[in-house]
């Protein structure tokens, strides 16, 4: 697996991680840095990356050595999103950004409208998109062609842990697209990773299940060897499942 | 991870892999290799072992390097099992084997009495036997009173590649043993590896997801990464599910 | 249980069916009146219910006996859809509609954008709109925000019979919707239909899934019996499921 | 659905409901009723059908009108078993019985070898015997051979509710039985049982499921229909289940 590409840039690892909920920023870089990530985002309205009186992440996270990806966690509308994108850009100079714009607090869904809308006004403000978005294959689509630099759909709500819960939806997306499919929200444990990747995700972006597993340090290195063993995986092509289910018996095609 | 013991041998990797159904011993030999295995299993009656005049997979997987478990693949009776390890024994001094004792030839499902039976007999001969079972809980104590050194009950139907079908018996065959327990058969792709490495089994035994892959020795690679995402999750311990629902909602406990 | 409201029109039955795919109108026929179906759904494009010189559909399932719910199937954008909505309220008097728009023919999911713009003007035209949608619950609101009488998310796409994949988003839905909730498409057999209504949803509307059956009629049945059965069984509370963990076990909230 | 055949004896219905863990022998009539369950299932050591001084089940449950089986449950060993039943013979007339030897209290599994055992002895002894049991096809098959009158996997642990586990091993033993099969144990929800049912299972039986919903008559009428819509459902043939995946893209047969 020579890695992937997104907006341009070349990057070897598949794994996205977070920068939230951990107890401190000592044990983030210690997570980030087992999870082999090259990549890690971070809520611009959250976590400190511009005051130097306060503790910075940046102090922990080398901003040379990672991609630093900022997102919008906490925004409800296109404009909140799209203004604190911008501030972002001109504090920091970030342009490859992740957006998502979130219908309410109780389930931290997308609201598609806004995040179609975000979309569109970003692309056209120079920004690299890397957008959050519900499993619908034909919002996908839109998003891709409102120019989107990669499609990151959940797999089960934000902070759930419950896994990927449609593979139907995740497939179709990966079959049309022709950006990059990353899982974002919902992996809870290191095959959720790999069942994503075995679908040919190119990536899979996580917080929370590393963050709160009761060693973080331990499950990022698990994610590291998921997200590897699903690429893998999916490169060299699974065995056929077979239910020994005689063709001509009444009970074929029943599981 | 430093490792698990099975009847006092002490090994790293918690990844057996099989030598049937391969193009070549050539190929069989590069799987193994990515592996990363210790224990290749090997079947009496199907592998020439001993004949120097024929092709030898000794050529090709070095016994002294790798710990080979003879097994016992087509026996359907007790005595068949007990005669071929002896023969296995006499010829190549294998002490360390693997019991299955197959109920028929359409799904492979183990005949349990006869395993037991076999079990019995192989222990009081001096053999550590490992043996292969359905996921009985039950039958996994009396197979571990009968002296098993260790439990490998049958994840889905072997050569089937469903992936583990029933965790719920899994985990009881887990929480109960006091020897290690692994996974053998039904594994089809690298998260099936991890689900059962994450239920807390000690390794898991598979011989078609990598043999019939279309690039065996790729899948290899990534059943040897699937295993260890999976322990070393386990081990991380996983963050928990949440469900977002009001607990005085209706629909609290619903799904 | 008494029954359900759909626009201020009361219906016993929760199974609402469909009227393509039969060989004849005289199976479709029978499967209806052995469904329990109050409501047929028949797709104003391609079932002839307006030109007296061919065969017709109201010669055999009695639009005095059932409500005819027209649907767009067919269309794929808002003014298709509000066209042949209009088409049908000036020939057959029909108000009640469902409101279908796709994003493509390979999987029918449908197109979000168009069908919150297409109800949002049908709303606004007098209809009572019964909506076709994707599972995303902040879409779902928006439906209901802009007037649709019932929401009818995918059970998984049109067609596939795969059951519902995701129960998580269905009862995300149905927690919060204020109108009814029905599970359209992606049912395949009885216990799917039992399923959805398990989850709390006011019906399912099916058609494959009776049309495709080998025997159309029995299976219409079925799912008669199947909606009930889930229907009863969500109001009679089912007992909790347990998994008897320890939980000192460190095993416990594995599965 | 003209029913089925156990022993010789006709029945329409294909529910056996249970007679523990209701909270008053009058509840347990109306649940009785409600399920249209023709058989009723009795453990000899825990319900008094013998004692006239004491409130009695036959007082509530016509033994006249219903059939009368009497199980063994709580009985851990074959001696056990057979003592409870010849007591059951001679005190009541009972020769169609339910043969139970479980494993352990905690998850109350049965063990196959006791099982075996005693349907050995019992088949010789005249009795008609219905015997619960692992979802092991081997097991079922030497069960049969042993002469039991039904064979009765678990679809998971007995009181658990989580449904049926194992599918794959369900139908096996469906495929091959002689007699017929009932899924006992594990059933939570109507669509379980109809699940059972689309299996090819002749019938269910259950008692937790009913007795500890919130409202027990009603949840027996939900099963009465879930068994009666999975029947029906497996009768009239389901359509196919369809992928949509595009048979050369790399993708299809990942799901």
Do not use: H
């Not at 569109?120 to 519900?134: E, P, Q, R």
């Not at 934000?158 to 049309?176: D, F, K």
């Amino acid at each position: 697996d020579d890695g992937w590409t997104v907006a341009g840039r070349r990057f070897t690892s598949r794994l996205i991680v977070g920068t939230g909920k951990y107890k401190s920023f000592e044990q983030n870089r210690a997570a980030v840095e087992a999870s082999g990530a090259e990549i890690v985002t971070v809520a611009v309205r959250r976590v400190n990356v511009m005051d130097p009186k306060q503790p910075m992440l940046t102090d922990y996270i080398d901003p040379k050595r990672y991609t630093y990806l900022p997102n919008t966690a906490g925004c409800y509308t296109a404009e909140d999103a799209i203004r604190t994108l911008r501030l972002a850009r001109e504090a920091g100079g970030w342009s490859l950004v992740k957006l998502e714009v979130l219908g309410e607090q109780k389930t931290l869904y997308p609201d598609m409208v806004e995040t179609l809308r975000a979309t569109d006004v970003l692309v056209k403000d120079g920004f690299d998109v890397m957008v959050y978005c519900s499993d619908d294959p034909i919002m996908a689509r839109r998003l891709e062609d409102a120019g989107a630099c990669a499609i990151m759909p959940l797999g089960a709500p934000i902070g759930s842990g419950l896994g990927l819960q449609n593979p139907v939806t995740i497939r179709l997306i990966v079959e049309q697209a022709k950006v990059p499919v990353l899982v974002d929200a919902g992996v809870g444990t290191a095959s959720d990773a790999a069942v994503a990747m075995e679908l040919g995700c190119d990536g899979v972006l996580m917080n929370t299940a590393i963050a709160e597993a009761k060693d973080p340090v331990a499950m990022a290195r698990a994610m590291k060897l998921g997200v590897e063993a699903g690429r893998l995986a999916y490169q060299a092509g699974r065995m056929p499942k077979r239910r020994y289910a005689d063709p001509s018996s009444p009970l074929a095609g029943l599981i």
